[in-house]
Structure formats: structure tokens, C-alpha cells
């Protein structure tokens, strides 16, 4: 059973440029949620996606927007780069949410490490 | 809003013996969860162990255990017997009562084993 797995592993853009990653999440999980994690940081939530929609959102500015597709894949678009938006981008999934309880764990994937020079 | 603090940036063990990594949190809800994972330098967050707020026993995942301290609003993980794979950092983490698996984080305690 395949994890949650993103792509690409590694990602080096230039300031002002676009950039989109992608994550699948674990088989049976229908929601996933973007962190980004800045160097010696703890992750940070950027938003949620559930049902192809947008259900919560951290503390991002508008250049950080999502997507969901009919098969619960995510992806993260981050516009007009800026420098202090190098960081590992982590994607976790959830199961249902009849399946979910408060302990239910969000699995993670390996992340992709973007740096913007 | 909720509020993780972890005040210990590095520790040092030597293999087989315990290590307690520091956790308090903040929050005004009653009913929380508290995550710790480990992060090696693959960068995959992994699930250790988990406290719900309501829970009267502390929780234990093999080596793991979490010490919980409601009062004091602390979840320090133990690990106990150290191996040198334990090497990594560690992050203790809440999620609120919505449900909806949103987590916030402490900045991490980097855990190193030393043989």
C-alpha cells in the first residue's frame, strides 16, 4: 500500500517565477492539508483540501492557492516567488471522515524541498 | 489560538539509555489531541504517539510514552532505550476539537544517539 507521495523531490525556481507540486495521498484518504516547513522550523498548515475544495486555510497569502482532483490528489501553486519561500512543503492525508476521530493520524509524505534563489 | 513550545532545540543520549523530550502547549479548547513525530533527514514526518485531552491513562507505543500533565498543560515524550536510529528531530503537535486534522507544531527538538 503506497504512502502519501510527492513530486518533485527537489525543486530550485527563481524569484518572481511559478511553481506547482504535487501529492497523492495514501490510498483511501480523501482530504489533504499543505504545511510548509521553513529550515530549524516546525511545519506550518497553509490549508485543507476536502471534496475538491478549499475547507481551511492557515496564515498564507493569496500567492498560495490549491487544487483537489475527482481522485484526491492535491496540488500546491505558489506564485511571484519570493526568496523567504524556500522551505521543505510537506502534503498529509486523512481518512474519511466517518473513519476519523479525534486520534486519527495524518500520514505525511516525504515533502518536496523548494528553494528559490 | 492554539500554541505548541518546545524548549529544548538539542539533546544528547547515549544508546540504551531514556531521554525525555520537553512539550508544553496552549489552548483555550477542552477537548485536543497531542501528536509527536519524528522527522529523520529524509524529511517524512512519522507518527509516534498520541494523548487525547480526556484520556486518564498515559499513552505508551512501545518504547514510546508520553507523559501526560494536564494541569500543567505538558506531553513530554519518553523514549526509552535508545537506539542510534532514534537520531532525528522531533515535533510534539496539537489538533484542535473541529476534527478536521489540521495540526500545529513546536519548533522540534533535535534528538541525537551517541554509541
Known amino acids: 500500500d503506497a504512502g502519501v507521495t510527492q513530486s518533485p523531490t527537489h525543486l530550485i525556481k527563481t524569484r518572481g517565477q511559478q511553481v506547482t507540486l504535487r501529492c497523492s495521498p495514501k490510498?483511501?484518504?480523501?482530504?489533504v492539508s499543505w504545511y510548509q516547513q521553513a529550515l530549524g522550523q516546525g511545519p506550518q498548515f497553509i490549508f485543507q483540501y476536502y471534496e475538491e475544495e478549499e475547507r481551511q486555510r492557515g496564515n498564507f497569502p493569496d500567492r498560495f492557492s490549491g487544487h483537489q482532483f475527482p481522485n484526491y490528489s492535491s496540488e500546491l501553486n505558489v506564485n511571484a516567488l519570493l526568496l523567504g519561500d524556500s522551505a521543505l512543503y510537506l502534503c498529509?492525508?486523512?481518512?474519511?471522515?466517518?473513519?476519523?476521530?479525534?486520534?486519527?493520524?495524518?500520514?505525511f509524505g516525504q515533502g518536496t524541498r523548494l528553494t528559490v534563489v | 489560538a492554539q500554541k505548541i513550545t518546545q524548549t529544548q532545540p538539542g539533546m544528547f543520549v547515549q544508546e540504551k539509555e531514556a531521554v525525555t523530550l520537553d512539550c508544553t502547549y496552549d489552548t483555550s479548547d477542552q477537548s485536543y489531541g497531542l501528536f509527536w513525530y519524528k522527522q529523520p533527514s529524509s524529511g517524512e514526518m512519522i507518527f509516534l504517539i498520541y494523548q487525547g485531552s480526556y484520556d486518564e491513562q498515559n499513552a505508551t507505543e512501545g518504547r514510546y510514552s508520553l507523559n501526560f500533565q494536564k494541569a500543567r498543560k505538558s506531553a513530554n515524550l519518553v523514549i526509552s532505550a535508545s537506539q542510534l536510529g532514534d537520531s532525528a528531530m522531533y515535533f510534539c503537535a496539537m489538533r484542535d476539537h473541529s476534527g478536521y486534522s489540521t495540526l500545529t507544531f513546536g519548533k522540534g527538538t533535535m534528538l541525537l544517539v551517541s554509541p
Open positions: 498529509a492525508s486523512s481518512p474519511p471522515a466517518r473513519g476519523r476521530s479525534m486520534n486519527t493520524e495524518a500520514f
Open positions: 490510498s483511501g484518504h480523501d482530504t
